[in-house]
């Protein structure tokens, strides 16, 4: 399924080019970390990857025409292209679930620019995007069998940390280099191999939950047909 682009911020390519501008990580006021987007998908992607996306600026070595921009169908794809139309993908009521590939590791694409959310618990944690107000957020009202995998099963984590954000912005090894207009919210999970689930309740709220995955399945995942194109 086809995402809709959507024109990111004016200030894109301002702020893209203004490297003495740092931006903090998010927190809300019940000390979770957070994002959104000014219209696009979010991207929720591995520290140790994170420098190796563009946004809506061109891929490296490649040429561009003068006048280039994301969403030109006659010139090279950008990553945020590739963030609005990812090869796996799984709409919902407020957006969906789907998958890039950057530097041959799965990076995982929230559609739509409702704000997204990540709770810490004993296992892991719970990413949640809430588009209404006082909606029923509570993920312990799902049941057992909702929670599936969408083409990817499982993440593996070398720095331990998830940067999310506004997917037109390019990325940075530090998360205070990404400047991204509406900030970026550090995940923070732990080095190892993550397995990664989604689901959406009866209120239309979206859940990504991430639990340890085993060794043996980390491997057995990596070898099967689950790698993003």
């Not at 739509?112 to 588009?131: C, H, K, Q, W």
């Not at 991430?210 to 491997?219: I, L, M, Q, T």
Request: glycine share 12%; proline share 7%.
């Amino acid at each position: 399924m086809k995402m809709l682009p959507v024109l990111p911020h004016e200030d894109v390519r301002r702020t893209q080019i203004m490297p003495e501008v740092l931006m903090r990580s998010n927190i809300d006021e019940r000390g979770r970390p957070w994002t959104g987007s000014g219209g696009g998908p979010i991207i929720v992607v591995p520290a140790e990857t994170a420098e190796h996306w563009r946004g809506t600026l061109p891929p490296v070595d490649v040429e561009v025409t003068e006048g280039w921009t994301w969403g030109d169908a006659g010139g090279p794809e950008c990553d945020y292209d590739r963030a609005c139309d990812p090869p796996i993908f799984e709409g919902t009521p407020f957006g969906g679930f789907g998958w890039v590939d950057v530097q041959g590791q799965p990076v995982l694409i929230l559609d739509g620019a409702t704000v997204a959310s990540f709770e810490a618990d004993n296992e892991g944690g719970i990413l949640m995007r809430d588009p209404i107000d006082e909606a029923e957020d509570d993920s312990k009202t799902i049941s057992a069998s909702s929670w599936h995998s969408v083409g990817v099963d499982v993440i593996t984590l070398t720095d331990g940390r998830l940067y999310m954000f506004d997917s037109a912005y390019a990325g940075a090894g530090d998360p205070e280099q990404i400047e991204a207009g509406d900030g970026v919210g550090v995940i923070e999970l732990g080095p190892g191999h993550w397995r990664v689930e989604f689901a959406t309740n009866a209120s239309e709220v979206d859940f990504v939950r991430f639990r340890p995955a085993s060794e043996e399945r980390a491997v057995h995942d990596s070898s099967g047909g689950s790698a993003v194109a």
